[in-house]
Antibody, heavy 115, light 109 residues
């Protein structure tokens, strides 16, 4: 079965660091780009950035450039999204997506940042 | 890189057809045939309905169709069904990455 499985929900304090993951299976992980999408509570979808698994070429949407880091370890078919210093405004659901026109999505990782 | 513009809500009765518009610029919608549409039910991950403006992935119902004219793309749902009630998002490639639309809530009356 083709799927992306994301890491579990996180509860963090402002200023803490965080790295969430997205593991692909059932297809050739290295053949595709992987994207990360933010959805704040009750709001729409926002592209954060995309990474080419084959060569780690990474493109960030302007709003997220410098705010997060996207990386990948193709040896274990896993992509990552990380923050060095979380803010309350980072509280959201985060999805990874891949394959072609992004036809495969992870189940989402809920991140809550609160003091 | 601003979000693409969609109507906030569209409604229709069962069996009717509705169309959702998605307006961008020549740097995104108008510049590439890389517009896709996603459906999202509450609490669920988005699902790809249309890609490359008009193409339907395997398993997606024929009653979803896409088109584009200039800087505006459209999603048409023919024969509206109760299960079509959801949020819909367009998405376009935009120079180096992607951009979503503002989202449209479809209500089946």
């Amino acid at each position: 079965e083709v799927q992306l499985v994301q890491s579990g929900p996180e509860v963090k304090k402002p200023g803490e660091s965080l790295k969430i993951s997205c593991k692909g299976s059932g297809y050739n992980f290295s053949n595709y780009w992987i994207g990360w999408v933010r959805q704040m509570p009750g709001k729409g979808l926002e592209w954060m950035g995309i990474i080419n698994v084959a060569d780690s070429d990474t493109r960030y949407s302007p709003s997220f450039q410098g705010q997060v880091t996207i990386s990948v370890d193709k040896s274990i078919s896993t992509a990552y999204l990380q923050w060095s210093s979380l803010k309350a405004s980072d509280s959201a659901m985060y999805y990874c997506a891949s394959r072609g026109a992004f036809d495969t999505w992870g189940q989402g990782t809920m991140v809550t940042v609160s003091s | 890189q601003s979000a693409l513009t969609q109507p906030a809500s569209v409604s229709g009765s069962p069996g009717q057809s509705i169309t959702i518009s998605c307006t961008g610029t020549s740097s995104d919608v108008g510049g590439y045939n890389l517009v896709s549409w996603y459906q999202q039910h509450p609490g669920k991950a988005p699902k790809l309905l249309i890609y490359e403006v008009t193409k339907r992935p395997s398993g997606v119902s024929y009653h979803f169709s896409g088109s584009k004219s200039g800087n505006t793309a459209s999603l048409t749902i023919s024969g509206l069904q109760a299960e079509d009630e959801a949020d819909y998002y367009c998405c376009s490639y935009a120079t180096t990455s992607y951009v979503f639309g503002t989202g449209t809530k479809v209500t089946v009356l």
